[in-house]
C-alpha cells in the first residue's frame, strides 16, 4: 500500500531564506509523486509532480523537488522564500497498482512566512 | 473558463436535511472525483467515477451518493446530515489510461456546515 508522510505540521522562514518542506513515500511500485498547494479558502494547485523522468523536478514560482528512491524522499525547496509562498502543502503519491487513480495525500504542511 | 466548478461555494443546513454539491469540469476529462477535507487539513477520497461509471468508493456512508450524469459532471446528494459531515468537499478531475500519471485538478471546494 502506498503511503506518505510529511515530517512537519509547520514550517516558519523568514521572507528571502530557504524553504525545505520534507516529504517520504511508501509505495509498492514505481511511484508517481505530487506536490499541491492550497493557499487560503482556495483549490488544490500542482505545484510539480514526478513520473519517473528527471529526479530533479522543477515546478511553478521557483519551487523543485528531488526524488530520491534511496531514501524515499520527495523533498520540496526553494531558495528564496516570498510572503505569497505562504499556504499549505501537501505531499501525493499514487503508484501503478492503482493505475494512477488513487491518490494519497499527506497530512500537509502550514508554510508560514515572516517579514 | 473555469476549468473544475463546483456550487455551491459554502453550505449551512440543519442536521437531518439533505443536501447536493454540484461540479462540472470542461477539461474533457474521463475520471472524476470527490475528496474530503477535514478540519485539520487531511484530503481522503470519497468517490471516483470513470466513464460515468464508479470505479472507487471509500469507506463512506450511504447516506452519500453520487451521481454521474455524464463524464464532466459529478454531483454529489448527502442525506440526513450530521454533525461530522462539516467539512470543505473537493471536486477533481483527471485523464486516466495510458501514460496516465495521476495529476488532479481541482475545483475550489465546497464549505460544508452542518449545525
Known amino acids: 500500500a502506498q503511503s506518505v508522510t510529511q515530517l512537519d505540521s509547520h514550517v516558519s522562514v523568514s521572507e528571502g531564506t530557504p524553504v525545505l518542506l520534507r516529504c517520504n513515500y511508501s509505495?509498492?511500485?514505481?511511484?508517481?509523486l505530487f506536490w499541491y498547494v492550497q493557499h487560503p479558502n482556495k483549490g488544490l494547485q500542482l505545484l510539480l509532480k514526478y513520473t519517473s523522468a528527471a529526479t530533479l523536478v522543477k515546478g511553478i514560482n521557483g519551487f523543485e523537488a528531488e526524488f530520491k528512491k534511496s531514501e524515499t524522499s520527495f523533498h520540496l525547496t526553494k531558495p528564496s522564500a516570498h510572503m505569497s509562498d505562504a499556504a499549505e502543502y501537501f505531499c501525493v503519491v499514487s503508484d501503478r497498482d492503482t493505475g494512477f487513480q488513487k491518490l494519497v495525500f499527506g497530512t500537509g504542511t502550514r508554510l508560514l512566512v515572516s517579514p | 473558463d473555469t476549468a473544475v466548478s463546483q456550487t455551491p461555494k459554502y453550505l449551512v443546513t440543519q442536521m437531518g436535511n439533505d443536501k447536493s454539491i454540484k461540479c462540472e469540469q470542461n477539461?474533457?476529462?474521463?475520471?472524476m472525483y470527490w475528496y474530503k477535507q477535514d478540519s485539520k487539513k487531511f484530503l481522503k477520497i470519497m468517490f471516483s467515477?470513470?466513464?460515468?461509471?464508479?470505479?472507487i468508493n471509500e469507506t463512506v456512508p450511504n447516506r452519500f451518493s453520487p451521481k454521474s450524469p455524464d463524464k464532466a459532471h459529478l454531483n454529489l446528494h448527502i442525506n440526513s446530515l450530521e454533525l461530522g459531515d462539516s467539512a470543505v468537499y473537493f471536486c477533481?478531475?483527471?485523464?486516466?489510461?495510458?501514460?496516465?500519471?495521476?495529476?488532479?485538478?481541482f475545483g475550489e471546494g465546497s464549505r460544508l456546515t452542518v449545525l
Open positions: 477539461l474533457g476529462h474521463d475520471t
Open positions: 467515477y470513470n466513464n460515468k461509471e464508479l470505479i
Open positions: 509505495s509498492s511500485y514505481s511511484p508517481s
Open positions: 477533481a478531475s483527471s485523464q486516466r489510461g495510458q501514460g496516465a500519471t495521476g495529476e488532479l485538478f
